[in-house]
């Protein structure tokens, strides 16, 4: 990443020597403070007019000294903001310092690593849900296009280096998805993520069927093989039409008010120790509930005599509002 650190230090340094010539100048030439400025920036520039000039022996050497060392610094400082403004460095910059201001404030969020194919729709989907996410990439043409959108942090780098996953967040994150097109790569991001913070669920796609238990053996928590899945649907889409259909149309038709989603039962809750037939989940909230994740038992379509514990993860289906009534209770608010 470009830094402005060295053409700030170097405007701080002139800056230190205009002030140094002036009042050295005042002190060994006997001069007001205008003339001893005016001197030390004659000196600087080596434009010398000639009507103020030394006349001691150390003021000569100061003037050495300023014409060497200042008109240096003058140059440098003058030739590196006039570059970066012709080639639109400093706006980039300035653009890449903020975004890593704001990702220095995320915490509990979710780093996308690459922005091919697979990476876009995930990108869109965490906007569309209205996620905190930082996604990696190192192709400029992609960074081009993350930059033309709004809301986006990004940081251009390679996702399998540590450094860059650090600059991401990754030890305040609470996920990582890695889209990347190599199995080897991604590989690399499960052990970092594992390595760096245990904790983080990583999500990873694997584009041959064999890596999938090695990706999970390294620790990834969820590995989607893009390839099965195109297959998979494309069968049932040939098998089951209509089931197939309605799956998509809640997925991808955004104007149906009708979602999917998990919800962590709280002590404090009053549905906890309750039968789902009592806790009238269905009739208060028009909501459905799917299945209950409970430890490592998923119990798919429970029973009405199914009893909830704290703890259980519940998995939900209903409109938007009436989830987010729901979770408020789940969550003992």
Not at 60 to 89: N, P, Q
Request: aromatic share 6%; glycine share 8%.
């Amino acid at each position: 990443m470009t830094s402005m650190r060295p053409i700030i230090y170097a405007a701080l340094a002139l800056i230190l020597i205009v002030a140094a010539g002036t009042f050295l100048f005042v002190k060994l030439e006997n001069m007001g403070l205008s003339d001893a400025l005016w001197l030390t920036m004659m000196n600087i520039t080596t434009v010398g007019f000639g009507d103020v000039v030394p006349v001691t022996n150390a003021g000569r050497s100061v003037s050495i000294f300023l014409m060497v060392s200042g008109f240096g610094l003058l140059i440098y400082v003058i030739s590196a903001v006039f570059s970066g403004m012709l080639e639109g460095r400093l706006a980039d910059i300035w653009g890449k310092r903020k975004i890593m201001k704001e990702i220095s404030r995320l915490n509990g969020h979710l780093i996308v690593c690459g922005a091919g194919r697979v990476g876009k729709e995930v990108t869109a989907e965490l906007l569309q849900e209205r996620q905190k996410f930082v996604v990696i990439e190192k192709d400029p043409a992609r960074l081009e296009e993350l930059r033309s959108i709004n809301g986006i942090l990004f940081i251009s780098g390679d996702a399998t280096e540590d450094r860059v996953l650090l600059n991401a967040g990754l030890r305040r994150a609470k996920g990582v998805i890695s889209t990347l097109p190599e199995d080897s790569e991604n590989l690399m991001i499960v052990i970092a993520c594992k390595d760096f913070n245990p904790k983080a669920r990583v999500v990873v796609r694997a584009n041959r069927p064999e890596s999938v238990v090695r990706l999970r053996r390294a620790g990834a928590d969820t590995v989607v093989c893009p390839s099965a899945i195109a297959g998979n649907r494309m069968a049932l889409a040939s098998l089951k039409p209509a089931s197939v259909a309605f799956v998509e149309s809640l997925v991808e038709e955004r104007d149906i008010d009708l979602n999917l989603e998990e919800l962590f039962l709280s002590e404090r809750s009053v549905l906890a120790g309750k039968m789902l037939k009592e806790s009238r989940i269905r009739e208060s909230y028009g909501v459905m509930i799917l299945a209950i994740r409970r430890g490592e038992e998923d119990i798919v379509n429970p029973d009405p005599a199914e009893k909830l514990y704290a703890g259980d993860l519940l998995i939900a289906c209903g409109s938007a509002g009436n989830l987010t009534l729901l979770e408020k209770v789940v969550a003992g608010e």
